[in-house]
């Protein structure tokens, strides 16, 4: 007997990791089943017999052996006789399935070719983020989804437009073709039909190659609800709960189904951390943006102290630490919506440790300036407030946005559509669209658009509605306005670097004629300091005199009213700024300016 507990406990010790690993030996089958009287697993390698290959009984609830017939490509599933009965389960940690109902299919990571694609994530204060929806991006034939290979084709168009960030909505297997992929059935699988694990890093490495980072959504605030192997896996469960991966009390009520992890118990948290890291280590992403982070720390995502979930707050410091740690340039990005320097303050200090978050207080008040459909509603003190906002006196701390998946859908639509309804190729859309693009892209934080922005898509997003591509050339214009944009933020031409700055100063809020004029700038001096304006009233401005932060000559950089970008823009205010010496908004010297209707125009100095 005690030569049997040696050779197992070396055996563990040897065969690392959970789920099917593969070995030149074989493959080592591990699973977390404590309440089962027994495991097996069973596959095509034999003939799905359960007697045929047991699980040794393991340390701590783990089953495990290894399977000398059994190599990659293999289905498999999980036998497990329990006192509730005998139930066939999917493996938790499985890296790829059939289909989220189907079986599991071994996969081994060391087998893709990489070949010497080398990627370093650009620094924080250069990324632009594109919003990606892999299974409506580029959809080929009408009935289909997209997939990882033909997002690949249009790689060349978003590195042409000057992105240098994609951020990919979750594409852990789901139930069904089509998904948003915030109901992941397997958390470790990539969804098949979007093309599996070789289909995501073929993606990444494509990405990569173009000097693209990708930043990948996850969901750790619930799993499932449908298709659910993990649900009651081992046959136990309390109060009619998810057994040992869930919360099995009143903790476990989230407004996706009662399925909320068991962020205390020690093997759950191996579990997700586990699977934060496999995305960094095995598919090389540069960055995990978190879903709904309300909801792991807190039941009822209130704020009340009395639903907190302390678990929950200490797992996210756990793994923002070890990523901070371990892929220093790797950024991780909190949906929280509630605007807490807690979210982004270093766990050092008590916060959670996240890089940055999507920034509630930025998205809400400028598409409200920008919807609202009489000028004077506009409230140009929370325009202002948007612009500064900065968490932990850190400007890069938010993700800053006027479209995302969530503010174009949910009973809300595209900004165009929201500004008028059914007819986006309407000068006011246009304008005020574009208008919202520019404080996106000027105002200190990282810019972030999403998919059909540059195309004045219409309507909301739908998973059943692909991009429709024909608009790039309809609105080849109103694309090429958000290129150039792009670029300026970018620094491509080497005199707008304040706009990858900290820092901001509003020269001038001017509530009746709703025009702001902000001061943008890293060091300061000619090519950084950068001056923007923005009209967000449908008046024209003559002889509009405001202070400029240095003397001398000011070159236009972008009118976001030139009739390039549409024919319907009046072309107006296309000329360069001489300063004049006289005291003016705390300046020494001023600009006379003339400033088109609903429009955005940048300044910078050569000398």
Request: aromatic share 12%.
């Amino acid at each position: 007997m005690e030569n049997l507990e040696t050779e197992v406990a070396e055996t563990e010790q040897h065969y690392q990791g959970m789920g099917a690993t593969c070995h030149p030996e074989g493959v080592y089958y591990r699973v977390w089943a404590p309440h089962a009287e027994s495991v097996s697993v069973i596959g095509s390698f034999n003939n799905w017999d359960a007697s045929a290959n047991p699980l040794q009984s393991e340390d701590n609830g783990m089953w495990g052996a290894l399977v000398e017939n059994s190599k990659e490509g293999d289905e498999y599933k999980y036998f497990l006789k329990t006192p509730a009965g005998e139930l066939h389960r999917n493996d938790p940690y499985a890296l790829k399935m059939t289909n989220s109902a189907g079986n599991c299919l071994v996969y081994n990571h060391g087998s893709f070719d990489w070949q010497d694609v080398t990627f370093q994530m650009p620094g924080w204060h250069e990324v632009v983020i594109y919003e990606l929806h892999v299974g409506t991006f580029n959809v080929k034939e009408e009935g289909q989804v997209g997939t990882f290979y033909t997002a690949i084709e249009r790689i060349p168009y978003l590195k042409e437009m000057g992105f240098n960030a994609v951020e990919l909505m979750p594409c852990s297997e789901f139930p069904g073709s089509r998904s948003w992929g915030y109901n992941p059935a397997s958390p470790f699988a990539i969804e098949s039909d979007y093309g599996g694990p070789d289909g995501l890093k073929a993606f990444v490495k494509a990405a990569h190659e173009a000097g693209i980072a990708v930043i990948l959504d996850v969901v750790y605030n619930h799993f499932g609800p449908s298709d659910l192997d993990l649900w009651q896996f081992d046959g136990w469960q309390e109060n009619d709960g998810g057994g040992i991966y869930f919360y099995n009390d009143w903790r476990s009520e989230t407004p996706w189904g009662n399925t909320r992890p068991d962020y205390g118990r020690g093997e759950v948290r191996q579990y997700i951390h586990d699977n934060a890291m496999m995305w960094l280590r095995d598919y090389r992403i540069d960055g995990l943006r978190m879903d709904m982070v309300p909801y792991i720390r807190n039941v009822k995502a209130n704020g009340n102290p009395g639903d907190d979930i302390p678990e929950g707050i200490s797992l996210m410091q756990w793994i923002n630490k070890d990523i901070r740690d371990s892929y220093g340039n790797c950024i991780t990005i909190a949906e929280d919506m509630h605007s807490l320097d807690f979210i982004t303050n270093s766990v050092e200090n008590g916060g959670l440790g996240y890089g940055s978050q999507w920034d509630a207080e930025f998205v809400h008040s400028i598409r409200d300036a920008i919807i609202t459909a009489n000028d004077q509603d506009r409230n140009m003190d929370s325009v202002v407030a948007a612009i500064t906002n900065r968490y932990n006196s850190d400007s890069f701390q938010r993700i800053i946005y006027t479209e995302s998946h969530d503010e174009v859908a949910n009973g809300k639509a595209r900004v165009a559509e929201e500004i008028a309804d059914g007819d986006v190729n309407n000068w006011y859309s246009k304008k005020r669209a574009a208008l919202g693009v520019a404080l996106v892209l000027t105002s200190p934080g990282i810019p972030m658009i999403f998919q059909g922005q540059p195309l004045l898509e219409d309507k909301w997003f739908s998973d059943s509605d692909p991009i429709d591509w024909s608009r790039l050339e309809k609105f080849s214009g109103f694309a090429e306005l958000h290129r150039d944009m792009i670029h300026i933020r970018r620094n491509w031409f080497g005199v707008t670097k304040g706009l990858q700055g900290q820092n901001v100063g509003i020269i001038r809020q001017d509530d009746e004629k709703k025009v702001i004029v902000m001061h943008r700038w890293d060091g300061g001096g000619p090519k950084d300091s950068v001056v923007v304006v923005f009209n967000l009233s449908t008046e024209t401005f003559t002889d509009y005199k405001v202070g400029f932060p240095r003397a001398g000559k000011w070159p236009l950089r972008f009118n976001s009213d030139n009739e390039h970008y549409d024919a319907d823009f009046s072309n107006l205010g296309v000329f360069d700024i001489d300063t004049v010496e006289g005291e003016m908004d705390g300046c020494s010297q001023f600009g006379a300016l003339q400033i088109p209707p609903y429009s955005a125009l940048i300044f910078s100095q050569e000398e």
